[in-house]
């Protein structure tokens, strides 16, 4: 338990700033920093924070740095470890930002842009294929993905209500499964 | 005080984005329509293409872009503590009190339903941003909607090529073909 917090950020200010598009992206890293160098989980145990992280509210990245800092010193060590994760993105993003704000104007700039959104329509597409691959598989996953398509595009519901939805409507439908089968 | 503003818009995108990586896009989009003063629907693809491209998660970095666009630098900062803030939160509540809470039947029963919904949520957003891309000036831009066609079969095909690198043929095209205007 003697962790430092310095190392604590340290680690995750790597973690942050060397993984591309974080998610699965940010295990070789994890690995690397939090299992192989300071030893403060065993993979087994990064597996399952992982997975908590997914099925928590937020991004996964920070919820897994979140739990790691938590565990090695308590709510001081889950915010500085939080800190570390986000510190290369605040700083790159922020620096990019302001130097877009200046080129914004020009003809050639805004051309470029024009291009890069339509890449960006072509990666979403490839995301959510990926996504749906994994999570709607049958027919009543696939009804459950096209209402929630329908409820926003069509009938303009906001997204925090298709997910408060959603999670009711799953307890709901686990109980009344759990019911069936007894 | 759009600080205090910022950091409950993006606190709530925190709270409700559940998946990582896009899950935020479909609330970027809802908070250009509520706040266009702030972010607009079309800056959103910008946010997308440069958050894909540096390192950081994509979420941390969409939050800090849009936190910059709506109020500069000390905006960044506030939307992507208010992002982060609710995570800490509830984690250290589970990390507290729940042990096995990845394995609880009842998150389980809720993630039966989140997951596609989540994606229905993500695809909502791209078909929003499909929209302005191929229908952004009130026509129908068919050379844009003609490379869209053939760049997602070239993603989908060339699998292992980083974003970047489909960023980068996109910057040129628009650049050189002016297939975006």
Same mark, same amino acid.
Do not use: E, N, R
């Given at each position: 338990m003697n962790t430092r917090l310095i190392d604590l950020y340290i680690a995750f200010l790597k973690i942050g700033g060397l993984t591309f598009g974080g998610g699965y992206a940010m295990l070789p890293m994890l690995q690397r920093e939090?299992?192989?160098?300071? #030893?403060?989980?065993?993979l087994e145990e990064v597996l399952d924070i992982y997975a908590i992280g997914q099925c928590t509210p937020g991004i996964i990245a920070v919820n897994t740095a979140t739990m790691i800092g938590y565990r090695q010193r308590g709510v001081i060590g889950a915010i500085v470890a939080t800190l570390g994760e986000v510190t290369p993105s605040v700083v790159i993003i922020t620096a990019l930002a302001s130097l877009l704000v200046r080129v914004q104007d020009l003809v050639l700039v805004q051309r470029a842009f024009a291009g890069i959104r339509i890449a960006v329509c072509a990666l979403i597409v490839q995301s959510i294929l990926t996504l749906a691959k994994k999570s709607v598989v049958d027919i009543p996953t696939t009804l459950l993905f096209l209402v929630s398509v329908a409820l926003t595009l #069509?009938? #303009?519901?906001s997204p925090i209500a298709v997910i408060i939805l959603a999670i009711g409507l799953g307890i709901g439908v686990g109980r009344f499964r759990e019911r069936g089968t007894r | 005080m759009i600080y205090l503003a910022l950091f409950w818009q993006f606190f709530k995108i925190g709270l409700f984005s559940i998946g990582g990586g896009l899950a935020t896009l479909p609330f970027l989009y809802k908070l250009a329509e509520t706040h266009p003063h702030w972010i607009t629907a079309s800056q959103i693809g910008d946010m997308v293409a440069i958050s894909e491209s540096t390192p950081g998660p994509i979420g941390i970095n969409m939050a800090t872009y849009a936190g910059f666009q709506s109020a500069g630098y000390l905006g960044g900062v506030i939307a992507t503590l208010g992002e982060v803030a609710p995570s800490v939160i509830i984690i250290i509540i589970i990390a507290r009190f729940l042990a096995n809470f990845d394995k609880n039947p009842t998150v389980k029963d809720a993630f039966w339903a989140l997951r596609p919904s989540v994606v229905g949520l993500i695809a909502f957003a791209g078909l929003k941003l499909l929209g302005i891309v191929v229908y952004g000036q009130g026509v129908f831009n068919t050379q844009a909607a003609l490379v869209f066609a053939i760049l997602t079969v070239a993603v989908l095909t060339f699998k292992r090529v980083h974003p970047l690198i489909w960023i980068s043929i996109g910057a040129i095209l628009g650049m050189v073909f002016n297939v975006g205007g």
């Open positions: 939090v299992i192989d160098k300071h #030893g403060w989980a065993t #069509g009938f #303009g519901l | -």
